[in-house]
């Protein structure tokens, strides 16, 4: 059972006793623990303590430890995947986590390292806005370092809008047959919508040089259960209210980002492909649709037609094609 646990690292010790503890829905005694994990009772003792101290409401009793699966699944912690302690870094509080990434990507971080927090001070939006980012969303970054050219990062900044919306809408299953269901799409450049609203942003920056990826940081933010601004209303939903709509359970925090990053993990590999495209061509909530496209300087207005090998939108106005790298789109009907 603990074979392939690294016995020397405390950290992922703690992982492991986290999910015993949570998943075996009854208590585990110390003793067990002691004997998989080859350490003693007190050792485990002290990180059942070390736990405690981090928010989680361990209960202990003649019988064992034992935690709550959804006392668990609401925090975050270096601990709540395992396997990734030491790339998960996690707070209860930061400015933005585009700031501390940029920070250990510079210190060397890890490729697909991933920096989060409970709130943000300072979150920030795409084209200078902020981020709303009280208690109970999910915001990250993820510090990746793609062997690969500078004019394909905006591949990555697609391949998490997918998995972002691939993540929530498993979260959307119809609760009974022929009821409901919600989908998630895409909308140029990268965010994530249901029903026409938006529940996910990403934003991207990175260093390079021309043909190189140095770093990315690639942020996330998902509307998870945190109340959304009155001046969003009518734009913004989140998960919490489309679970409850559905009548069914919203899977915690925890384990969401858990399933972002196997969903991560797996579409990674196809980051340079024309499958990564056609994936997002399929959940496009853009392609097709009369938009127009505010650049800052000028706003076009066209048809969307398709998105270039280097994440352009491709619109087809009046006067002929024009190919858009960044603004902002208002989307109208499709025609
Ligand atoms: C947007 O749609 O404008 C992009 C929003 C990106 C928000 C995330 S939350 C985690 C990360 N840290 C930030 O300060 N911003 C990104």
Redesign the pocket.
Same mark, same amino acid.
């Given at each position: 059972m603990v074979n392939k646990l690294d016995r020397d690292s405390v950290r992922d010790m703690k992982s492991y006793i986290l999910r015993r503890i949570t998943t075996e829905g009854e208590p585990v005694g110390g003793s067990n623990l002691a004997e998989e994990l080859g350490i003693s009772r007190t050792a485990i003792w002290k990180h059942i303590q070390t736990l405690q101290s981090a928010g989680y409401p361990i209960t202990t009793g003649h019988n064992g430890y034992q935690l709550e699966p959804e006392e668990e699944a609401k925090r975050i912690s270096r601990w709540s995947v395992e396997g990734e302690t030491e790339r998960l870094h996690w707070h209860s509080r930061l400015d933005?986590?585009?700031i501390e990434a940029r920070r250990l990507a510079e210190e060397g971080a890890l490729h697909r390292t991933i920096v989060g927090a409970d709130r943000?001070m300072? /979150?920030? @939006?795409?084209?200078s806005?902020s981020?709303d980012?009280s208690e109970g969303g999910l915001?990250?970054?993820l510090i990746l370092r793609p062997k690969a050219p500078l004019e394909s990062a905006h591949r990555y900044t697609f391949l998490c809008s997918l998995a972002a919306a691939q993540l929530i809408e498993a979260a959307l299953p119809s609760s009974q047959a022929g009821a409901h269901r919600y989908k998630a799409g895409v909308k140029w450049p990268n965010?994530v919508l249901v029903s026409g609203k938006?529940i996910a942003?990403?934003?991207t920056e990175l260093r390079g040089e021309p043909g190189r990826i140095d770093y990315l940081c690639i /942020?996330? @933010?998902i509307n998870v259960a945190n109340p959304l601004p009155e001046a969003l209303s009518g734009q913004a939903v989140n998960l919490k209210e489309l679970t409850e709509d559905l009548k069914i359970t919203m899977p915690g925090r925890a384990e969401l980002l858990r399933r972002f990053i196997r969903i991560f993990d797996e579409l990674f590999p196809t980051a340079l492909s024309r499958e990564l495209l056609e994936m997002w061509r399929e959940r496009s909530d853009t392609l097709g649709r009369q938009v127009t496209v505010d650049t800052g300087s000028k706003k076009i207005e066209g048809k969307a037609r398709d998105v270039d090998e280097s994440g352009g939108l491709i619109i087809e106005t009046e006067t002929g094609t024009q190919t858009i790298h960044a603004g902002d789109i208002i989307h109208a009907r499709h025609r």
């Open positions: 933005s986590t585009m943000q300072i /979150g920030r @939006g795409r084209l806005r981020w980012s915001y990250f970054s965010d938006k942003g990403i934003l /942020g996330i @933010g």
